[in-house]
């Protein structure tokens, strides 16, 4: 049986990954949180990786508090640009095929058209140069690898936007949304079971038949901040009043960042669903806890 190490495990998508786990599968997982697993410290990485015999490696952990990246810096880059190359190499000696989650923030050029794998990067803020770095070395470093950019994660638990509106509108707050942002909201739930699928496929074939590379995974759809928020709202009527707002002056984040599924589709051929199919699945969730 294969072993998987999944970093981060304790972050939103960690904890999706190991609700999503396959019952039926023939993996063994190893969920280690940050506490358990450093992925700044590569001599711990190389341990764990000979103590378990890691075939696979879903790197989830990075430094995410977009704000406090213009601060701490250093320790933005340690964690998103040095520890992804620290597991890049290491998934290279001991032949690992390596799963590195990435941002639209890598973007900041409005191109007006959705962005594709190969487009230049041009990052806006001090997250997003930390991402674009970890990717380079995880391209330059690993030899089986997937950099799987996504946008907007949201879920039923945790720290999000989903779980943040729902707090406000309980709380029967006034809100003002930002509506010149235009992304694709993700259900963080489909990219797990959809990196699942991948990692099924590649165990049945080989790394060799599904290219090496970047792929964009987000829900289907378009929307702005506000769209995402009054979809969400629509769950609480008359509880709260929604405005929209322009987000000048804020930390610069990209405008229009839709990432373009072309390619992820074609090389894994995995059904995405649209993003308010998803969050009407999110918000039943939700109301069943």
């Known amino acids: 049986m294969s072993v998987i190490l999944i970093t981060g495990a304790q972050g939103q998508l960690g904890i999706a990954l190991q609700a999503t786990f396959p019952a039926h599968s023939l993996f ?10 450093d992925i700044t410290d590569a001599d711990q990485i190389e341990s764990c990786i000979k ?28 964690v ?10 290491l998934a290279a000696k001991y032949h690992i095929v390596l799963f590195h989650l990435s941002t639209d923030y890598v973007f900041g050029t409005n191109t007006g058209r959705p962005l594709e794998p190969n487009d230049p990067t041009d990052p806006l803020n001090q997250y997003g140069r930390s991402k674009r770095d970890g990717e380079a070395l995880v391209a330059a470093r690993a030899t089986h690898f997937y950099i799987i950019r996504t946008a907007w994660l949201y879920g039923e638990k945790g720290h999000n936007f989903f779980t943040k509106m729902v707090a406000l ?14 992304s694709s909201p993700t259900y963080v739930y489909d ?3 959809a990196i699942w699928q991948i990692i099924e496929k590649i165990a049945k074939n080989s790394p060799a038949y ?15 901040w506000y769209d995402f928020a009054y979809a969400i709202l629509t769950a609480f009527p008359n509880s709260c009043s929604l405005t929209p707002r322009s987000s000048f002056m804020e930390l610069q984040r990209p405008y229009y960042s839709v990432l373009s599924k072309s390619s992820f589709r074609q090389v894994f051929q995995i059904n995405i669903p649209h993003w308010q199919h998803s969050l009407s699945r999110c918000l039943k969730r939700w109301q069943s806890q």
Do not use: W
């Open 191 to 193: 990219l797990a079971t």
């Open 210 to 224: 599904y290219p090496s590379g970047i792929y964009h995974y987000t829900n289907e759809g378009v929307a702005s």
């Open 51 to 78: 103590a378990h015999g890691v075939k696979y490696i879903i790197n989830c952990a990075a430094y995410t508090n977009v704000r406090l990246a213009e601060q701490e810096v250093a320790t933005c880059f340690q």
């Open 28 to 37: 063994v997982p190893l969920f280690y949180s940050k506490s358990m697993l």
């Open 80 to 89: 998103n640009r040095i520890g992804a190359g620290y597991l890049a190499a």
């Open 169 to 182: 509108a309980q709380k029967g707050s006034a809100i003002q949304m930002v509506d010149d942002q235009i």
